[in-house]
């Protein structure tokens, strides 16, 4: 089946940091997805993302879906980002499943 | 108002009890899931339905069954629970493939 890996693992930022979050997936997909698991354990979707860029406020996202791979942008981190984030993808293979990435753990100290 | 909730919350229990985690999703979607997050964060996959139907069962024990009554709720038995079956369970909702999966926000299962 499809393997998803993320980079880094750990992360830790000073408030006000920029980073960059890799998701590398080894076959097509049909649907990719950023989560971010807050520190009381609630999945937020981030966004939906097969291909293209989107931007929501200091978070972006970039899928270059021929390459495999995708990015999470945060800017000027906030100590609310801290948490794990996810990128789950679907492939193309029709199994209707997403499957997750390990996840980066995010902490962000004032 | 709450797009997929989960009940309970929490559920502590003593091996070997048979124990029921509620499912609803109110998004009109018609594919709902369970994911099991273990101690080390890890989503897999555990069970698919869409419109009531199972489509997804991820070589999961079969002391785990769920029931799909209508199309806006999935709920999860569990059998004779074992330690091992510890974890957070996330039900999920998406309407079709192509589109964002939504997650409740967990049940927490601890089994002493």
């Known amino acids: 089946g499809i393997q998803v890996e993320q980079s880094p693992p750990d992360l830790i930022l000073q408030e006000g940091a920029n980073s960059t979050l890799r998701c590398n997936f080894s076959d097509s997909v049909n649907n990719l997805q950023w989560f971010h698991q807050n520190p009381w354990g609630q999945l937020i979707n981030l966004f939906y993302?097969?291909?293209g860029t989107k931007q929501n406020g200091r978070l972006s996202a970039t899928t270059v879906a021929t390459e495999r791979y995708s990015l999470l942008y945060i800017s000027s981190s906030q100590t609310t980002d801290s948490g794990v984030y996810f990128c789950?993808?679907?492939?193309?293979?029709?199994?209707?499943?997403?499957?997750f990435g390990a996840g980066t753990r995010l902490a962000v100290h004032p | 108002d709450t797009a997929v909730s989960q009940t309970p919350k929490y559920l502590v229990t003593q091996m070997g009890n048979d124990k029921s985690i509620k499912c609803e999703q109110n998004?009109?979607?018609?594919?709902m899931y369970w994911y099991k997050q273990d101690s080390k964060k890890f989503l897999k996959i555990m069970f698919s339905?869409?419109?009531?139907?199972?489509?997804i069962n991820e070589t999961v024990p079969n002391r785990f069954s769920p029931k799909s009554p209508d199309k806006a709720h999935l709920n999860l038995h569990i059998n004779s629970l074992e330690l091992g079956d510890s974890a957070v369970y996330f039900c999920?909702?998406?309407?079709?493939?192509?589109?964002?999966?939504?997650f409740g926000n967990g049940t927490r299962l601890t089994v002493t």
């Open positions: 339905y869409n419109n009531k139907e199972l489509i």
């Open positions: 789950a993808v679907d492939s193309s293979g029709g199994y209707n499943k997403l499957i």
């Open positions: 998004l009109g979607h018609d594919t």
């Open positions: 999920a909702s998406r309407q079709g493939g192509n589109s964002p999966l939504h």
């Open positions: 993302i097969p291909s």
